[in-house]
């Protein structure tokens, strides 16, 4: 079923069908939809590693995108969601 808030709907799938959560995909699909593949794809790769962060900047990143129950989440929980997410 299409879904209209979605630009690329076939990109989206293969996000999906690679473990991508929803809003990741939906993102990434939107985004390359609007600008382009090869513009979305030159944006990528340029965060610092999770596993680089402390476990209080890994808490304020899960904030800002807004991660739940990450007040009782380890370092390690916290790399995991924000991966996920």
Do not use: C, F, W
């Amino acid at each position: 079923m299409p879904n209209s808030s979605i630009k690329n709907e076939k990109m989206y799938e293969e996000l999906r069908d690679e473990g991508n959560s929803k809003e990741k995909a939906a993102r990434i699909a939107n985004a390359a939809a609007r600008d382009g593949k090869g513009e979305v794809g030159k944006r990528g790769g340029k965060a610092g590693s999770y596993d680089d962060m402390t476990k209080d900047e890994l808490y304020q990143r899960a904030k800002e995108i807004g991660v739940d129950g990450r007040s009782d989440m380890s370092k390690d929980e916290l790399i995991e969601a924000l991966r996920n997410h």
